[in-house]
């Protein structure tokens, strides 16, 4: 068994998987109490949470699963791309325990743990018969959005990425001015469902350019004028449904355009799209809607192995260990996204 840790940013996630990828458990605990009162993640008030929280989630998702830790051949832990403070306390954890048992561990890259998401399996879920590699991966969370050919475990090609936000990022910060709530892109997406799609016009940033990136900063500006405009409160709660769905079309739009633009200059048929804005309603029906049409298969896998999770990171570290990699005591868990080791050129 593998066990997976996940502390990047603000949920502490445990999981535990058999050498065949299937998930035996995985626990996680979410710390938007603790974020709300701020509106926003607090780094600080995240590594706190994750260092009260991990061991005592460590042993619940081990019993859970009804193992004991002589059955833990090896661990994965994100070490890269996030937090800082939170990345160390899941490093840390990592280190002393793979040392106190003699086991074998290793860091993992966040993005690839999301990338690889379709690929779990439990008593509900498997991936769609005809996903397999290589295939187009859109990573789409609250810190990056990042479209990957996925040609094997452990190598993957980065075809775009956003240049400046990403889209989760451009939904929480829309929720911010519309006073939804955070985490906001849930809020938009229930509002958006009331609301309709063309009632205002926001950009689509490089729909039309040849590259496959991303742009969202711009379509946030507009997103704030938009309410500006609406100057009396009547008048903006009266318009928030639209203005919602008018929002969310457009980051939908163009994340869909962008992998059609893929699959097309790629010739590939299995997709997924992971990160926690797939859980999109209407990026969901867009996307299904146009592999349908062009004949693919696209692999959504649940919200549990969608939004940031254990498991994930579990599966890019058992095949990575299968491989025969392993790090060492002296790995330093990294803020940044995109590092070679792991992204072919
Ligand atoms: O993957 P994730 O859990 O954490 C990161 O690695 O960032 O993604 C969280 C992001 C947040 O920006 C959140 O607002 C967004 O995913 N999100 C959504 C929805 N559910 C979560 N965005 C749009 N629609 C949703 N239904
Ligand atoms: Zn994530």
Redesign the pocket.
């Known amino acids: 068994m593998i066990l997976g840790i996940e502390t990047?940013?603000?949920?502490t996630s445990v999981a535990v998987l058999s050498l065949q990828g299937e998930v035996k458990a995985l626990l996680s605990a979410n710390q938007d109490t603790a974020h709300r009162p701020f509106g926003g993640v607090v780094p600080e008030v995240a590594s706190r949470q994750h260092t009260e929280t991990l061991l005592p989630l460590i042993d619940q998702t081990l019993n859970q699963a009804r193992i004991e830790w002589p059955q833990v051949t090896g661990l994965a832990v994100t070490s890269r791309p996030?937090l800082i403070g939170s990345l160390l306390v899941g490093v840390v954890t990592a280190k002393a325990l793979a040392l106190a048992r003699k086991i074998p561990f290793i860091g993992v890259n966040?993005i690839e743990g999301?990338l690889l998401a379709p690929l779990l399996k439990d008593e509900t879920y498997s991936p769609p018969a005809n996903f397999t590699f290589p295939y187009l991966g859109l990573?789409?969370?609250?810190?990056?959005t990042h479209l990957f050919l996925c040609e094997k475990p452990g190598r993957y090609h980065l075809l775009g990425r956003t240049v400046d936000d990403?889209?989760?990022?451009a939904?929480?910060k829309f929720?911010k001015m519309l006073k939804l709530g955070f985490?906001?892109?849930?809020?938009?997406?229930?509002l958006a469902i009331q609301g309709s799609p063309s009632a205002f016009s926001f950009p689509r940033a490089l729909i039309h350019d040849d590259t496959l990136n991303f742009s969202f900063s711009g379509l946030k500006t507009a997103g704030l004028r938009a309410i500006e405009s609406l100057s009396d409160p009547s008048q903006l709660e009266a318009r928030k449904a639209d203005l919602a769905a008018s929002y969310?079309e457009a980051?939908v739009e163009v994340l869909v355009e962008k992998l059609k633009k893929a699959a097309h200059q790629t010739g590939l048929k299995s997709w997924t799209i992971?990160?926690?804005?797939?859980?999109?309603?209407?990026?969901r029906a867009r996307a299904s809607e146009v592999a349908q049409r062009a004949g693919a298969t696209l692999a959504l896998p649940p919200?549990r192995y969608?939004?940031?999770?254990a498991a994930m990171i579990a599966l890019a570290g058992l095949y990575r260990l299968q491989n025969h990699e392993s790090s060492r005591q002296d790995l330093s868990p990294s803020a940044h996204a995109l590092a070679t080791d792991w992204i072919t050129p």
């Not at 990403?166 to 990022?169: K, N, P, Q, S």
């Not at 985490?183 to 229930?190: A, K, L, Q, S």
Request: net charge negative.
């Open positions: 990047s940013c603000d949920d996030g966040h999301h990573a789409v969370s609250g810190g990056h990403a889209a989760g990022e939904f929480d929720a985490p906001g892109g849930v809020e938009v997406d229930r969310q980051i992971t990160g926690g804005v797939s859980a999109n309603s209407g990026l919200l969608c939004t940031d999770n």
